[in-house]
Each structure stands twice: as C-alpha cells, then as structure tokens.
C-alpha cells in the first residue's frame, strides 16, 4: 500500500438551530469589519436572519447556477468597493460557488452556511462558466475557512431538492472511488458517505421534518464532500459540469439522472468499488443497491425531465471526451458516451 494523501484545513461548526450564534461567534474571533453576506432571492430572508447578529455591510443576492462569469465579476467588483474582508455564503452550491469566484480573484475568507446537501463547501473547487461553457479548477484559496452545518436551515428543502442534492452527495462518493487521487482513506470516507446519505433520503422523504434525518444528510454531505476533495473528479462530474454549463440544465437534477448510468458503465472493472458501493448501500451489487435506493424515492431519473435533449448527445459526447480522467477504470470512447448519454436521457440502466 503507498498513496499520497492530502488533507484541507478547515474548521467545521455542527449543530442543529445554532446558525446565527455560530456565525457570530466566528466574525467576532475573526475581528472582521466589512462582512459580505451572500444569498439569492429565495433566500435573501433566510440570510439576514442568520446575520441579524453581526454587522453587514453588503448583503448580496445576484446568484445565478453555475456562476456565469458576468455575475461573478460584479460580485467581485461589489466586494473590492465595499472593503470587504470577509464572504459568508448562505444557500446551496450556486451560492457558495459565487462566494469561490469572489475569493478567487480577491482572496478573501469564506464561512460557508449551506441550505442543501450540495457539499460544495467542503471542496477547493471552484467552477466558472463563459459562453455556455463551465470550466473547473482547484485553489486552496476557495476553500471555505469555516462552515457551520445547522439542520433546521434545511427544513424547508422540498423533498425532491433534497433528494437531487443528497444523491449529488452520493455521486461525490461514488466517483472518489476511481477519480484521478483516488486512495484508501477518500475511499473509506466515501463509503461512509454513500452509507448516512442512502440512510436518510427515505427518511426525509416520509417526514420532511425529520431533523435526526437531517442531520445525518449533512453528516453525509460533508464527509461526501471531503473525500471528493481529496481524490478529484471522475468521469460522473466531468459529464455533468458540460452538460450543465453547456445547456443550463439544473446541477443536482442532473447528477441524479447520470449517476445510475456512469455507475453501471465503470463498476465491474473496479472490484474494491464493487465491494464498497454494494455494501454501503447494503445490497447484492452496486447497481442493485443504487436502483433499490432510486426506487425508494422520489429521483430524477432521465436528463429528458430537465430539459435535454437527444439532438444534443453528439455535440456532449465531444466535448466530455477530452475530459475523461485517466484514472477511469475503463477505457471511455466517444461511443460509449454517446451510449451513456442516450441512456440517461432517457431514464434507464446500461447493459
């Protein structure tokens, strides 16, 4: 056994109904002066509440999925005018990934408070997109110094966005088992995040207001998060962030429809993912377990639902192939993800 594996530095602040008090406390042991607080429309409420103890002085709300880059360079340009010295993100992954952008260029702390299972805020990912076309990279200076989990903040998640955003949570999961920095502890991490993920979906779906429920979702989340981190993006992401930035399709529904489908493709050439998946999920196989799961909840299972299309998959198939890690334990070619393409689309399994 030899790996080389890295670790992120960052403080987490978990428990349930203690956001605002949280946040406080870390703004007051910072000594910071000029506090952005992000959040978008539908939560702008939401994010003054969590502020309402500490002085802001941007409140912003210009969020936009899949951060054009437009809306990141007024962001940018808000906070430099503004004096800014420190980003607080209060949403789902769009909203910490505005909050990435700012820190990119301005290098600025970020306290992460996320709404959803999104695990953004436990990566150094940042993501861009420019004329329909997303573009990654990795930067510790993204990485949020701070995130403060409270599960009363996702309550009033509807059950289908937690379901798409919890089985984001898993696809982290399940692509740390063969992504380029793949090793033995992203992986134990994973399984231990496809497992409290796959626990509490059916939960939250029979009672919303499960807050045990919720709190072993953002459990899940995050340790999803942290081993994505570590071993990077497979062939599941690197298939979503072109199909979302090239067509706009919604991030989380997205991962949804294409997991069952990358699954299937790559986990017979991959023993110890085989074993890890099928036992987390405490089935026969891999793609038996994830398919009980599917079927036990309310998930998007066709990209059609989110608004692709099939005269898009050649254009996608193109532009995915030149992404494909090499770590990927099968060969990928043009047509075999042409095939996976044509199977999400329509909401079925491969083979």
């Not at 992401?237 to 090239?246: D, E, P, R, T, Y």
Request: aromatic share 4%.
């Amino acid at each position: 056994m030899k790996f080389d594996h890295r670790t992120l530095p960052q403080r987490v602040r978990f428990g349930s109904a203690g956001a605002a008090a949280a946040l406080a406390a870390e703004v007051a042991e910072r000594g910071a002066q000029a506090v952005m607080v992000i959040g978008a429309p539908s939560e702008a409420e939401l994010a003054r509440s969590i502020a309402a103890g500490i002085e802001v002085a941007l409140l912003w709300d210009d969020v936009a999925p899949h951060v054009p880059i437009a809306h990141a360079e007024r962001a940018r340009a808000a906070a430099r005018d503004a004096g800014i010295d420190l980003v607080v993100s209060v949403g789902g992954g769009s909203t910490t990934g505005l909050a990435k952008a700012i820190a990119l260029t301005e290098r600025l702390p970020i306290v992460a408070v996320p709404t959803t299972y999104a695990g953004s805020e436990a990566t150094n990912v940042w993501g861009l997109t420019t004329d329909s076309r997303k573009t990654t990279g990795v930067d510790d200076v993204v990485l949020p110094a701070v995130v403060i989990y409270d599960a009363a903040l996702t309550l009033s998640l509807p059950v289908e966005l937690s379901v798409a955003s919890g089985l984001n949570a898993i696809a982290h999961c399940i692509d740390s088992m063969w992504a380029p920095n793949s090793d033995p502890l992203n992986r134990a991490l994973a399984e231990e995040g496809i497992r409290e993920v796959a626990a509490a979906l059916p939960a939250i779906v029979a009672d919303v207001g499960d807050v045990p429920a919720r709190e072993r979702m953002l459990y899940g989340a995050y340790v999803s998060a942290v081993a994505f981190a570590s071993a990077g993006s497979g062939l599941h992401h690197k298939i979503c962030h072109v199909l979302g930035g090239a067509y706009d399709l919604p991030h989380a529904q997205t991962h949804s429809a294409v997991l069952p489908q990358v699954l299937a493709f790559n986990v017979g050439a991959s023993a110890e993912a085989e074993e890890r998946i099928a036992r987390a999920l405490g089935a026969s196989s891999a793609v038996r377990g994830l398919d009980s799961l599917y079927a036990s909840i309310p998930a998007t299972r066709a990209l059609a639902d989110v608004g692709y299309r099939a005269e898009s998959i050649p254009e996608s198939a193109g532009l995915i192939l030149p992404l494909v890690p090499p770590s990927n334990p099968r060969p990928v070619h043009e047509r075999d993800l042409e095939g996976i393409l044509q199977a999400a689309l329509e909401g079925r399994r491969i083979g």
